[in-house]
């Protein structure tokens, strides 16, 4: 039907005689000629009607001037050097003289035109109009491309792409699993999986050596900006290794990735930094390592002041009074100050204590009282704080000054654009192997159950569970957790040991996790890997906030396809044949 | 933890030191030497435990002696040639003499070792041990090679891997959906695609071009054997293309892909037919042309007869009477023929008429005394049967006689070793648009109700839609219709028409197709696609009966993960959380 892709007409063409497909882009009568912007994947070329000396060409021009915004054209020309040449454009240097012009689909008035802005509910509901326009088309094309450069890297390396189940059994641990009725067993059902994790340590035991799968996965948790509910993982994993063996495996493919699909030269070796360092110095487990910000430790400094809220954490082994400096800072108002204790409020902070001095030396703090003019001098000079800057402090229990002080890092950086360029990767290691659950009162696993301890021993393990470090990793750029991993456990004892911990019981155990415990009697090997986040990498990439600019048909935080109108009632007969009901809405649990 | 794989271990490697990680396939105690076959995904190799003059090596020795079935293993020594080489492994010239072994993981004793030929049950429910012999490592690495040539293959020509939802809306048409609770939409349900056919035409109308997708499915039908619940099709559609444009393109990517990944030579061409000569020759619209049998039409022959049972449909233009002539089918014994009757009778027979005649001329036929002697023999030439054939005949109407005739070729051409070797692709085309079904009273789509037909004009469409053909065309191997494919109406009021002409209503087209009319009015190109059945293919080339065993964790024909136990009961807590509860007994849909 087309001889010529429209983005791609160039120089080399001119004289030729090519056909076209594409849509309208642009039309614009302008009395006798035409000018019609027509746009396919590739890009816009500019076509001319008008009347020709031979034919008169009338029909052609007759045609173009009932062009409108998004007709499906097919139009034969000849391509022409243009008289005012358009730089702003790849065909920019030539335009198509229109021999014929092919209506083949006639667009109705749109809804709206992707030159406009219109709001995230219009563009999802007409989500094919929205992708045509070549942003859509640039960010989407992005993302094939990193699959693609990823499959390919992992192709030549010798990992075989294994498709594992998408009906499959429900592990009610870690998110809340969608479920599907099996029609075949009445009162029974397949979950859908959260990520291939047991599957893929199956592949290992059954001597597979390297697997690799772009892997779908779904987890029915409350929908945050950045979260779908079906999600896609580059999901690895490695029969016979070590720590160092995967992540100098995959930190090669990603740099390789980024420079071929990005165009972007990642560190020739990723910073390392313990979940301990990272947590001190950034108050994050994902530090973003482009803001030049860190926290610093002050309890020594603060623990004979007279303020309670800071001698309390500054004498508790388990608290922590930390301090963020931040150049600039003092032009805040009271009420941006406020507007910061209450954003490190929804991290859990009580107030956030502040030391501000002007640029010409005055200090204001609302603490400054509480210390004698020595150790007040002393604090300040610790975090270095001068002229023009402010200093905010966060005292209480460790893990919580930690969080809410690294989310006022994070908008410190970006309101005082502190966010430098570039690309800033980094392993974290070492992360804790149990983190307890005050509510439950019990240890729950910071990454999942299957990630195996440091130690070899399981007696050193128990006794040790508080402090027990793990042998997981998670790689972080630019402040996102982009892919995590671990080395896993491949004894049955020790699996059985870190159940037991994580209050697992034997028959619970068995009754979720047999065919893994059995697995592990026949001499599974040892084995790890890691997942990535194909959406937040493809995002990243391409330049954007939201995972939905890079996922064709996104859902809405409200877990809707408003394209598809999905979900939707069912009719009570289809329901019958897998054997449930709706149940009666006051039986339901809360909203 | 290895600097080398079991398997590659060759001559160039005599005299180094190698470090191997693998599993005790078979372990050998000869009294102070011990010999182990040492296998990981690549292969097999021979390892050496002896006393040494250096050392001793004792301790080596008398870990050797205790490796048992599947120990998972590391073991460090150096390679020499074999003093008896083994010519049926890749490494049968060399051999490994130990200097450490390292028990990894000791294996308990093993449920069966596969070495043996264990049920199928037991193979599923201990598929990790399965997987690991050699011939289902090669199985499914056939498959892996299989996916990954054809992504290649696309991604070079400018196709885009685009994912679909997995979580998207029902529309009951064709197979029975899977459905899903919609935990914050009470009552609403999402349900897992039958095929992204839908997303992936509203993709061209989003302006993709040229797409594709390795995409799962899921089908709730009753299992046969060659079914599963979840199955992978590749799946691919184009923008502004014809038949012939889609056609040649895919017989291109599957001519190379079978050359690189299964070493067979396709045809140069596909042969092509139409679904009308495909029923009639051979009584199927998916024939194996490997068998050398065709049905011949016996109509004319059989009309003045005294037989009923022929002149009734010989007479009716909805009726058949054909016949297939079996060389060497004169041996079959008078059991043998109630077999094949029996056969033909699970596709609709009512009976199987036969005309037997025997090596020397003598002629055994239910039917012969219904002629005389002329038209007897006229029936008998006219079929080409001589001494030691058996012809069959079939009578009825059209679309059953077809089917059934088909069966019996198809047992015949296995029966009598009629089944040539190598390769036959075919290209079968024009199929009808519409079948009329008979219960609902209304006509069912063919391919499905996006498929257009051959005529541009609704009106021409609705006037003659008994006789309509629809631009739909399957590619077929070996009997196995591994590709299906069409081009797609752009046009909404076509696609209205057809709606139509299948029973939905306006009304009822609006709240499930909506979506896909909209789309269509805003400028939809003209796009066609297809959709390769990625299990069966995989199975054709690793030689293959059994889709299963290309599959890494199939159900069984029960529905069931024997390895993981899944589907499995829900407490009904986590139903509420999804606002569903199990459907007491009764009311549920009878079984």
């Not at 001095?357 to 150790?375: L, N, V, Y």
């Not at 790689?475 to 491949?490: A, D, F, P, T, Y």
Request: glycine residues 8%; charged residues 25%; negative net charge.
């Amino acid at each position: 039907m087309r001889t010529h892709f429209c983005g791609l007409i160039d120089e080399t063409l001119i004289g030729q005689t090519v056909t076209l497909c594409g849509w309208a882009d642009v039309a614009r009568d302008l009395g006798g000629v035409c000018f019609i912007d027509l746009r396919d994947h590739e890009g816009i070329v500019q076509v001319v009607a008008e009347a020709s000396e031979a034919d008169g060409n009338a029909e052609v021009v007759a045609t173009a001037e009932k062009v409108g915004y998004e007709d499906c054209l097919r139009i034969t020309g000849t391509v022409r050097a243009r008289h005012s040449v358009n730089a702003k454009i790849r065909t920019g240097q030539v335009e198509i003289v229109a021999t014929s012009i092919e209506v083949l689909n006639k667009a109705e008035p749109l809804p709206f035109h992707h030159h406009e802005n219109p709001g995230e509910e219009t563009r999802l509901k007409y989500r094919y109009l929205d992708l045509r326009s070549p942003d859509m088309q640039r960010k989407m094309r992005t993302r094939t491309k990193l699959v693609s450069a990823l499959r390919h890297w992992l192709d030549a390396r010798g990992f075989q792409d294994i498709e594992t189940p998408i009906l499959t059994k429900a592990t009610p641990e870690g998110a809340r699993d969608f479920l599907v009725p099996a029609r075949m067993h009445p009162g029974e059902f397949y979950a859908l999986p959260q990520s291939p994790q047991l599957f893929k340590q199956i592949l290992m035991m059954a001597g597979f050596d390297r697997y690799y799968q772009v892997a779908r996965c779904f987890r029915d948790e409350a929908l945050r900006a950045d979260r779908q509910l079906e999600f896609t993982q580059l999901d690895m994993e490695f029969a016979w290794v070590s720590e160092r063996d995967v992540q100098d495996l995959v930190e090669a493919m990603i740099r390789d990735v980024f420079r071929d699909v990005a165009g972007v030269e990642l560190a020739a070796q990723f910073p390392r930094m313990t979940y301990a360092e990272a947590m001190r110095r950034f108050g994050s487990d994902k530090p973003d390592l482009r803001i030049a910000l860190e926290l610093v430790d002050v309890a020594e400094l603060v623990r004979d002041s007279g303020f309670a809220v800071f001698t309390g954490p500054a004498a508790d082994p388990g608290g922590r009074v930390a301090a963020l400096r931040i150049p600039g800072g003092a032009s805040l108002s009271r009420k941006q100050i406020d507007e910061y204790a209450a954003h490190a409020g929804k991290y859990g902070a009580k107030g956030l204590a502040y030391i501000k001095i002007s640029e010409t030396g005055e200090i204001s703090s609302p603490i400054q009282k509480f210390f004698d003019e020595a150790a007040f001098a002393a604090l300040v000079s610790h975090v270095g704080a001068g002229n023009g800057d402010i200093v905010f402090f966060g005292a209480g229990k460790y893990s919580t000054v930690s969080d809410f002080m690294g989310a006022v890092r994070l908008k410190a950086g970006k309101d005082f654009n502190l966010v430098a360029d570039g690309w800033a990767p980094l392993w974290v290691t070492d992360f804790p192997m149990f983190e307890w659950d005050d509510e439950a009162q019990r240890y729950v696993a910071l990454h999942h159950p299957f990630t195996a301890p440091s130690v070899d021993d399981e007696a050193d393990l128990r006794a040790n569970a508080a402090t027990a470090v793990s042998r997981g990793y998670d790689m972080v750029l630019n402040g996102n957790e982009i892919g995590g991993g671990s080395i896993r456990i491949h004894r049955a004892s020790m699996q059985s040991a870190v159940f037991d911990l994580l209050g697992i019981g034997a028959e619970e155990a068995q009754a979720k996790f047999g065919f893994l415990l059995d697995a592990l009697k026949y001499g599974a090997p040892p084995h790890g890997g890691i997942a990535f986040g194909i959406d937040r990498i493809a995002a990243l990439m391409a330049g954007t906030e939201s995972i939905r600019d890079v996922i064709a048909f996104p859902k809405t935080t409200g877990a809707q396809c408003l394209m598809t109108d999905a979900p939707s009632p069912i009719a009570d007969a289809q329901l019958a044949e897998v054997h449930v009901q709706v149940r009666p809405r006051a039986s339901s649990a809360a909203q």
